[in-house]
């Protein structure tokens, strides 16, 4: 019987991830604490619907008998542009991080995990986008965002874009995975430059 002191010893060797001041487990940290304690036990997940870009997904997790805790996660392929391609993916690991968080993993600020948080974040920003009529913009653009509305960021902003979050202290990495991305090369202009302030404004 594993004790809730060995599942303590295990988040601590948790790393966590800041957003807005706040930190979060990743998934694969929670899934590690729980293999320390439970080598032998299962995650298990079961994709619930699929349907009109909509998915929903439900996790198990147990000691090889006993079901320690559920979670499930809802996402929407259109939410972000990590989630164009992989939306049922990011629903299935949204969902395990539940269902470890429910179990007592990386719970120590919070049951939802960074990937979660972040989609919410991304969902949020994309609904506070206001809706543009074709062929006019109208919303004021900075400079930075002219110079690249046609099309994607340059290496140049992308090193632009580093030297900003060195000097905050901050991860450019992570800030790619809070606005949906992959990599910087698919980083639009408009949203390097909301990145730009995401990172001056903290």
């Known amino acids: 019987m594993i004790s ?11 790393r966590t991830t800041n957003i807005k001041g706040k930190e979060y487990a990743e998934v694969n940290q929670r899934i590690k604490a729980f293999r320390m304690c439970y ?26 008998q006993n079901i320690l805790g559920t979670g499930t996660a809802y996402e929407n392929e259109k939410s972000s542009y990590i989630n164009k391609t992989s939306y049922i993916e990011n629903c299935e690991t949204s969902a395990v991080g539940r269902a470890l968080g429910m179990a007592g993993f990386g719970i120590d600020t919070s049951v939802a995990s960074y990937e979660e948080v972040a989609n919410a974040i991304a969902q949020q920003e994309a609904d506070k986008q206001p809706k543009k009529a074709k062929g006019h913009n109208s919303t004021p653009e900075t400079v930075e965002a002219r110079e ?26 992570e800030l790619l995975r809070l606005f949906g991305y992959m990599v910087p090369s698919e980083v639009t202009g408009e949203d390097y430059t909301k990145m730009l302030k995401e990172v001056c404004d903290e």
Request: aromatic share 4%; net charge neutral.
């Open 4 to 14: 809730f002191e060995q599942i303590q010893k295990a988040n601590a060797q948790i």
């Open 39 to 64: 080598p032998e036990g299962f995650i298990r997940t079961q994709l619930l619907s699929v349907e009109d870009g909509v998915c929903i997904m439900r996790a198990e997790v147990g000691d090889g």
């Open 148 to 173: 690249t509305a046609s099309g994607r960021i340059t290496e140049k902003e992308w090193k632009n874009l580093q030297a900003v979050c060195k000097e905050k202290g901050k991860d450019p990495r």
